[in-house]
C-alpha cells in the first residue's frame, strides 16, 4: 500500500480530500495544496487538482445562477426609469434559491462518490476537467 510522506496512504488522503470538499471549501484546498506542494504521487496530485476543479466548477455555476437575481434587478430598474406604475418582474416560486440547493446538493453527493472511489484509487472521468488537467499536469511538456 503506497503512503503519503506523513505515513497515511495515499487512498485515504484522496478520499478525504473530497469528503473535505464536501463538508468545507478551506479544508479542502489546505489539503489539496500540501498534496500538490509536499507529495510526489501522480494519481494523488491528479486528485487534488480534480477536487479543485469540481469545486471550481460548481462554484461558478452557483454564481451563474445568482446573475439571474441581478439581472432581472438592473432590468426592473431599467422599466421604472420609463414607467414608474409598471409592476415589478420577479423570477418565480423562488426559483434560484431551487437551483442553489440543487447545485449545492449534486456537489456533496458528487464529491462523497468520487471521495469513495478514491479510496478503492478508481478515477471519476470528468471530461473538460480531465483534458485540462492532462495538458496542465502532464510530466512531458514542452518548454516554450
Same mark, same amino acid.
Given at each position: 500500500?503506497?503512503?503519503?510522506?506523513?505515513?497515511?496512504?495515499?487512498?485515504?488522503?484522496?478520499?478525504?480530500?473530497?469528503?473535505? $470538499?464536501?463538508?468545507?471549501?478551506?479544508?479542502?484546498?489546505?489539503?489539496? $495544496?500540501?498534496?500538490? &506542494?509536499?507529495?510526489?504521487?501522480?494519481?494523488?496530485?491528479?486528485?487534488?487538482?480534480?477536487?479543485?476543479?469540481?469545486?471550481?466548477?460548481?462554484?461558478?455555476?452557483?454564481?451563474?445562477?445568482?446573475?439571474?437575481?441581478?439581472?432581472?434587478?438592473?432590468?426592473?430598474? &431599467? &422599466?421604472?426609469?420609463?414607467?414608474?406604475?409598471?409592476?415589478?418582474?420577479?423570477?418565480?416560486?423562488?426559483?434560484?434559491?431551487?437551483?442553489?440547493?440543487?447545485?449545492?446538493?449534486?456537489?456533496? &453527493?458528487?464529491?462523497?462518490?468520487? $471521495?469513495?472511489?478514491?479510496?478503492?484509487?478508481?478515477?471519476?472521468?470528468? $471530461?473538460?476537467?480531465?483534458?485540462?488537467?492532462?495538458?496542465?499536469?502532464?510530466?512531458?511538456?514542452?518548454?516554450?
Amino acid at each position: 500500500m503506497l503512503k503519503t510522506k506523513l505515513g497515511v496512504s495515499i487512498a485515504l488522503v484522496g478520499a478525504a480530500m473530497y469528503f473535505l $470538499g464536501a463538508y468545507s471549501f478551506i479544508p479542502a484546498v489546505l489539503l489539496a $495544496g500540501y498534496v500538490l &506542494i509536499a507529495e510526489q504521487n501522480e494519481w494523488l496530485k491528479r486528485q487534488a487538482a480534480k477536487m479543485i476543479g469540481v469545486v471550481l466548477l460548481f462554484g461558478i455555476l452557483s454564481i451563474a445562477v445568482s446573475w439571474l437575481d441581478d439581472v432581472v434587478s438592473v432590468l426592473n430598474i &431599467i &422599466i421604472h426609469w420609463f414607467d414608474k406604475g409598471a409592476s415589478y418582474l420577479s423570477i418565480p416560486a423562488n426559483l434560484t434559491s431551487l437551483c442553489q440547493y440543487i447545485i449545492s446538493l449534486s456537489k456533496e &453527493i458528487f464529491l462523497i462518490v468520487m $471521495g469513495f472511489m478514491a479510496l478503492g484509487m478508481k478515477n471519476v472521468k470528468l $471530461g473538460a476537467i480531465d483534458k485540462l488537467l492532462d495538458k496542465f499536469m502532464s510530466n512531458n511538456q514542452q518548454q516554450m
